[in-house]
């Protein structure tokens, strides 16, 4: 079931200060891969994050399987999640999704690579402009 209007149309971008979001696909798994599983122990310290990633990593193989379904919650409109790329490196990820608890309520998070720290707070407030100005959500969780 999608959380947006039928009409609506996901913006396929956003273009911040050192970074640009556009929605995750299998065409980012191996720089995906290596972004996540180089920054475990940051990424589990950013809110919102306390079960994933997995401490031990995971496949290559599982990554690309992850990577497929966040790409058919976007086609569907069930999720949005956007690779956030410096050039063509993946150095983190923003997940849109409607809470579990009250599908009202739009839970967003984010993560960056631990080499790219300083991202998180101009990544938190792009973000959030763009969801205030772009999207028709009317309560946000930004974890």
């Not at 273009?15 to 996540?36: C, I, K, Y």
Request: charged fraction near 15%; proline fraction near 9%.
């Amino acid at each position: 079931m999608s959380f947006v209007p039928a009409n609506f149309v996901p913006p396929i971008e956003l273009d911040g200060q050192g970074f640009r979001l556009e929605p995750l696909g299998p065409q980012h798994n191996l720089s995906d891969h290596q972004a996540w599983s180089s920054s475990i122990p940051h990424i589990l310290a950013t809110p919102g994050f306390s079960d994933w990633p997995p401490l031990q990593g995971m496949s290559l193989e599982a990554n690309l399987g992850d990577l497929e379904e966040h790409a058919r919650d976007f086609a569907n409109h069930t999720g949005f999640t956007y690779t956030v790329l410096e050039g063509s490196q993946v150095i983190g990820c923003v997940y849109i999704y409607p809470s579990k608890q009250d599908p009202a309520i739009t839970v967003v998070r984010s993560w960056v690579t631990a080499d790219r720290a300083h991202l998180d707070t101009p990544l938190y407030e792009a973000v959030s402009s763009w969801l205030k100005t772009s999207w028709p959500f009317q309560h946000v969780l930004y974890r």
